[in-house]
T-cell receptor, first 113, second 114 residues
Framework: RKEVEQDPGPFNVPEGATVAFNCTYS??????FFWYRQDCRKEPKLLMS???SGNEDGRFTAQLNRASQYISLLIRDSKLSDSATYLC??????????????FGAGTRLAVHP | NAGVTQTPKFRVLKTGQSMTLLCAQD?????MYWYRQDPGMGLRLIHY???????AKGEVPDGYNVSRLKKQNFLLGLESAAPSQTSVYFC?????????????FGPGTRLTVL
């Protein structure tokens, strides 16, 4: 079983739609959670951190459910520029002495006119 | 401030050839990482460094070597390339190992091994 699992999609949505992505993680000791965005043939970039109480950044809302080991990302009023792959990322532990990030394979979003 | 840069951007190798990928960062970060990204899989850590002169193995280190002679540079070497090493390679850096620290990624190197 993968440590971080995501639906690969693609999610094809019209402009203005609301879309939600989910992610599950297997390590209950995970400490930090993030969503990264990766455009086609580009590097991943941090979109937002995910906090236990849930957090919002403009049109983006992230939620964390530690009991179910589940993370979500909600995008409201989708724009064409939101088309990308969204990576769910979990920080598991630092026993190795470094900031260990575990990446999901990503969910692809395609927003069309 | 260029952030994290990688050279080359693209490379095609024949099986058995060797090459070195260069990563450079100008953010004075202590920690640097090499990942590979393959279709349908998340990024996987190859090697990492917690400071100048140090290196350590990540999740998939076989077939790769690294060096960190200067704080700003992290080199990834393939001594004898194999087709299984065809991938996109990303370098990243972070200021510390705190769980909240962001890792900043370079633009990637697309490597094909024939």
């Amino acid at each position: 079983r993968k440590e971080v699992e995501q639906d690969p999609g693609p999610f094809n949505v019209p402009e203005g739609a609301t879309v939600a992505f989910n992610c599950t993680y297997s390590n209950s000791a995970s400490q930090s959670f993030f969503w990264y965005r990766q455009d086609c043939r580009k590097e991943p970039k941090l979109l937002m951190s995910v906090y236990s109480s849930g957090n919002e950044d403009g049109r983006f809302t992230a939620q964390l459910n530690r009991a179910s080991q589940y993370i979500s990302l909600l995008i409201r009023d989708s724009k064409l520029s939101d088309s990308a792959t969204y990576l769910c990322v979990v920080n598991t532990d630092q026993s190795g002495g470094y900031n260990k990030l575990i990446f999901g394979a990503g969910t692809r979003l395609a927003v069309h006119p | 401030n260029a952030g994290v840069t990688q050279t080359p951007k693209f490379r095609v190798l024949k099986t058995g050839q060797s090459m070195t990928l260069l990563c450079a960062q100008d953010m004075n970060h202590e920690y640097m990482y090499w990942y590979r990204q393959d279709p349908g899989m998340g990024l996987r850590l190859i090697h990492y460094s917690v400071g100048e002169g140090t290196t350590a193995k990540g999740e998939v280190p076989d077939g790769y070597n690294v060096s960190r002679l200067k704080k700003q540079n992290f080199l990834l070497g393939l001594e004898s390339a194999a087709p299984s090493q065809t991938s996109v390679y990303f370098c990243a850096s972070s200021y510390s190992r705190r769980v909240t620290d962001t890792q900043y990624f370079g633009p990637g190197t697309r490597l094909t091994v024939l």
